[in-house]
């Protein structure tokens, strides 16, 4: 199995930055595809961006150009670069990791951004 823990959420003003940290116990070479989702209240949970274990990403139309994913492997990590805020962007934000075939979330962290 794989243990997933995010931490970097919070309150910030539109227009702010937050960095989200997503720590996976196991080493990060062994772990297939990673990414991020989220989720607002009353709304079904939706990709934000993902990465594979070489580095390749995409991301929804919605956060092109102010998200940047990124995965350092020796670490065990990936994060989730979050520019430019938007009050659309406040949802409780999920990690999810891809081994041997299964998928494994984190607990959330919920990001809230304010007008």
């Known amino acids: 199995q794989v243990q997933l823990v995010e931490s970097g959420g919070g309150l910030v003003q539109a227009g702010g930055s937050l960095r989200l940290s997503c720590a996976a116990s196991?080493?990060?070479?062994?772990?297939?595809?990673m990414g991020w989702y989220r989720q607002a209240p009353g709304t079904q949970r939706e990709l934000v961006a993902s990465?594979?274990?070489?580095?390749?990403?995409a991301y929804a139309d919605s956060v092109k150009g102010r998200f940047t994913i990124s995965r350092d492997n020796s670490k065990n990590t990936v994060y989730l670069q979050m520019n430019s805020l938007k009050p659309e962007d406040t949802a409780v934000y999920y990690c999810?990791?891809?081994?041997?075939?299964?998928?494994?979330w984190g607990q959330g962290t919920q990001v809230t951004v304010s007008s």
């Open positions: 999810k990791a891809v081994w041997t075939y299964r998928q494994y």
């Open positions: 990465i594979t274990r070489e580095g390749t990403s």
């Open positions: 196991r080493s990060g070479f062994s772990i297939d595809g």
